[in-house]
């Protein structure tokens, strides 16, 4: 599966796409701010990857697309992101397009709806981490909800050195 191509702000509101990314594997999650349930096993789980690419000197960037993007400024991905002790080196957060937009890139590049729910008290989106590669296409998914990360770490290992 390739990664289409999103034009979004960074958390410091600068502008990126998706393309910026190539030359380099990257790890890309869905989640927002006001995540009731599953982001804040998620996002947790993702920043500890990040140490521990950091640490064993895995060449990997970061990217968490929001799935609100009406709520989620680049302020409020920054604070959250602050909060969850991730090092903006390596990490990026995604906003600044329409929701319309981010429910057609995650269909088109995740094959994976994202869906308001009726009352607005949640958004539902895929909990997977995807490994890209150095050329835009996803090469694996893993469990984003595992908090045992042994085997996601190896196979990153293997695969990214």
């Known amino acids: 599966m390739e990664v289409t191509e999103l034009e979004f702000l960074n958390q410091e509101g600068e502008e990126q796409q998706t393309n910026d ?7 890309a999650n869905m989640v927002f701010t006001s995540c009731p349930e599953i982001c804040p096993i998620m996002s947790p789980n993702m920043q500890n990857l990040q140490a ?51 429910e057609t890139f ?7 709806p994202v869906q308001k729910v009726e009352d607005g008290s949640d958004i539902l989106h895929v909990t997977a981490f995807f490994l890209v590669d150095d050329e835009g296409t996803i090469i ?5 909800l595992e908090t045992d990360q042994t085997a996601i770490v190896q196979d990153l290992k293997d695969t990214i050195k």
């Open 21 to 27: 990314f190539e030359g380099g594997y990257w790890l």
């Open 52 to 102: 521990t690419a950091i640490d064993e000197g895995i060449p990997l960037q970061f990217v968490s697309f929001t799935v609100d993007p009406e709520t989620d400024s680049p302020e409020l991905l920054k604070q959250y992101g602050t909060n969850l002790g991730v090092d903006y080196n390596s990490w990026t957060f995604a906003t600044g397009y329409e929701q319309e937009e981010i």
């Open 106 to 112: 995650s269909l088109e590049t995740f094959k994976s």
């Open 140 to 144: 694996r998914k893993y469990d984003g």
